[in-house]
């Protein structure tokens, strides 16, 4: 019941208009990403960030702390769940630098819906994407940005396409399941390991 109470605190601290689809996801991530910022100060000063539901709801809705990928979407995927959809934990690989050995250490959440499967992101900073991407659709055009989507078996690689800037991959997603534990480790590796910020 502790649960189902903050999500109900985090539903209506965003006012959303829209009851069902893809309409609810795409206001509930927007929303999101206008209300509660990003931030991986937390995350940088060493102490542990637990992400049971209480702790993590006390930090990122009730204190407005700000937070980071694990923080963000976590809030979302128990949300959307909540909400009834069928959603899932992915990780991904970061990208920004280009090296493709990088671990797995960024969490978002893939959304099945309709018969089709959108990774929905809340927890990238500036670049996160504002919508879902449908992983069936190549490009999706999110005002001055454009994300490119590529799936290849189990991966899908997204990049993000701004006019007079070179292409940015942001991050390979490996679609294999992932458990709440697996979130836990990635969690534990980006925020506690001496060389994840680097």
């Known amino acids: ?14 006012s959303l208009q829209h009851l069902a689809g893809i309409e609810l996801v795409t206001e509930l991530q927007q929303k999101h990403l206008a209300h509660y ?61 280009g090296n493709p050995a990088n671990p797995r250490s960024h969490r978002m959440t893939v959304l099945q819906l309709d018969g089709e499967q959108y990774l929905v992101d ?14 069936n659709q190549a490009l999706t055009i999110q005002g001055r940005q454009t994300y490119q989507v590529q799936t290849a078996e189990n991966t899908v690689k997204v990049t993000l396409l701004e006019e007079g800037e070179a ?7 490996d679609l294999a399941e ?9 969690h534990f590796y980006s925020h506690q390991h001496p060389d994840a910020h680097s």
């Not at 019941?1 to 965003?14: F, T, W």
């Not at 930090?59 to 949300?79: I, M, S, T, W």
């Not at 809340?122 to 992983?135: D, Q, T």
């Open 122 to 135: 809340a927890g990238f900073g500036v670049k996160s994407p504002r919508l879902p991407l449908n992983i």
């Open 37 to 97: 910022a990003f931030s991986s100060i937390n995350a940088m000063y060493g102490e542990r960030l637990l992400l049971d539901p209480q702790p993590l709801f006390e930090r990122l809705v009730d204190h407005k702390q700000g937070g980071y990928c694990f923080e963000h979407n976590k809030v979302l995927f128990l949300a959307l769940q909540q909400l009834g959809f069928s959603v899932r934990p992915v990780l991904a690989r970061v990208m920004l630098n």
């Open 1 to 14: 019941m502790e649960l189902e109470a903050n999500i109900n605190q985090y539903l209506n601290s965003l």
């Open 178 to 186: 992932v458990f709440e534990s697996d979130c836990e480790v990635a």
């Open 167 to 173: 292409p940015l991959t942001l991050y390979h997603v």
